[in-house]
């Protein structure tokens, strides 16, 4: 058959990306006979020259009613491909925890000097930016070339003591310090300040503006105030910690239920027990997190042999992973995610306030009751009137913030419906007595279970099992 036969029988549609081609029939009788060149040269004046599977128009040719019914892919191009995003790349790995106790002359150990600083010096390039790569080009299926797509720009997020060169790719520390990563991933090098033994009344409170490195431990009832780092070699007791950074412990946390350690991006610690902490982003401890108030951004991660988080809450944004939760004696444990743990917070607040705003409302309605019915008699004295406007404007400023308190808890609770990315992974065993909360749904774990994931399904939290 010639291409005009072909004609009457035949449709080839090319997709709006131009990506793919497909063969229709518009209709088939015995009068249809094709082989599989007359048909790849009907499919070629219509346009489509690249990426022809010719083992299925061979198909076509030899049994066209297993075709006729549907379309039929008879062409595939080649897309354009992303390239590599532009990067920045800092001379010191800021995720590297593994701090291996230093070695000395003469072969022994120094376990005090487990702190890695990441000094530099004045002047040091500490931090390289490079431009993102084109990707490879496409092609389409009428032989069209599809221009590759460049990856995604990147820019230094400029901190404090930090100077960038004129072409926006390199930059270096502006004073011997230490490198430190602050909320939103901004670059600063800020002086260092070292105690060599605890934090106690020698010392006093210390509040730098840099970053603190504490070569002891920090006593009950002090406080640290850093705008970097804060990097604790010994333990901390009731103790109040405060970073813009990072916060480091690596004897623990043991706070007997006062003070509290929060740090605008990490908290990292052996243990925390009967502590309060909160981090902008992640907890990440190596051990047991007991009878504690727990907060994090994005993820509280209990690793190690141990992984035991048991008592108290654990709040975090995306995910709670642990080995074991709870206990054989059903200690109550809550563990919450699916939402910003300050967010639960404003809505426990908001909730509250507008109870108080609803009990205000009775007491004043009940009031200008009274004061409608003297009114109504003739019986309101100047001192009453006064009383009425007074409760008047009252109700209508409570009616203000009260819709205004009832618009941010739905906007809080829409956030609690987004759900799909947070979980709850326990590798080992999580035991009856702990409450999942995952956005606004909530599950009381009745009997113990091994090796499971909580996730939210359709309005539910399900549990699936744990895969590493």
Do not use: W
Request: a negative charge; glycine letters at 10%; hydrophobic letters at 40%.
């Amino acid at each position: 058959m010639d291409n005009q036969q072909l004609e009457s029988f035949l449709r080839i549609q090319i997709s709006a990306d131009q990506l793919s081609a497909f063969l229709t029939f518009n209709r088939i009788t015995d009068e249809f006979v094709c082989d599989s060149q007359e048909l790849e040269r009907y499919v070629r004046s219509k346009g489509v020259v690249h990426g022809l599977r010719t083992e299925v128009l061979d198909q076509i040719g030899k049994n066209p009613l297993a075709y006729c019914k549907e379309q039929t892919l008879i062409a595939q191009g080649k897309p354009s491909a992303h390239g590599k995003d532009g990067l920045i790349r800092l001379v010191y790995d800021m995720e590297n925890t593994d701090h291996r106790p230093a070695e000395l002359e003469d072969g022994k150990v120094d376990f005090k000097e487990v702190v890695q600083l990441k000094n530099v010096k004045r002047g040091q390039l500490i931090a390289e930016r490079f431009d993102p790569q084109p990707g490879l080009a496409g092609i389409t299926v009428t032989g069209e070339e599809l221009p590759p797509k460049l990856g995604k720009h990147v820019r230094f997020k400029v901190g404090k003591n930090v100077v960038v060169n004129d072409e926006q790719t390199a930059m270096y520390s502006a004073i011997d310090g230490l490198i430190t990563m602050t909320d939103k991933d901004k670059i600063n090098v800020f002086p260092v300040y070292e105690v060599n033994g605890d934090v106690d009344y020698h010392i006093g409170n210390i509040d730098f503006v840099g970053t603190v490195v504490i070569r002891g431990n920090v006593l009950s009832g002090f406080r640290i105030k850093a705008s970097g780092d804060i990097r604790v070699i010994g333990g901390v007791e009731g103790a109040e910690l405060e970073s813009e950074g990072s916060i480091e412990v690596t004897g623990g946390i043991l706070a007997g239920n006062k003070g509290y350690v929060k740090a605008g991006r990490n908290v990292r610690s052996s243990f925390i027990q009967d502590g309060n902490v909160i981090a902008g982003e992640e907890v990440l401890v190596s051990q047991s997190i007991m009878h504690s108030n727990v907060k994090a951004g994005k993820n509280v991660i209990c690793s190690g042999a141990k992984g035991l988080i048991v008592g108290g809450v654990v709040q975090a944004g995306d995910l709670v992973s642990a080995r074991t939760i709870g206990n054989s004696m059903s200690t109550a444990t809550s563990i919450e995610v699916g939402v910003k743990p300050e967010l639960r917070d404003e809505l426990l607040e908001l909730r509250a306030k507008l109870k108080q705003f609803m009990e205000s409302l009775d007491k004043t309605d009940k009031a200008l009751t009274i004061l409608d019915q003297l009114a109504a008699a003739g019986q309101l004295s100047p001192d009453k009137l006064a009383l009425r406007i007074k409760f008047s404007a009252t109700k209508r400023q409570t009616l203000v913030e009260n819709e205004q308190t009832r618009e941010r808890i739905l906007e809080i609770e829409r956030t609690l419906e987004d759900t799909d990315r947070s979980k709850v992974d326990v590798s080992n065993i999580v035991f009856g007595g702990t409450k999942i909360v995952i956005g606004r749904y909530t599950k009381f774990v009745k009997d113990a279970a091994q090796r499971v994931s909580f996730r939210y399904s359709e309005g539910d939290i399900v549990l699936v099992p744990f895969t590493s």
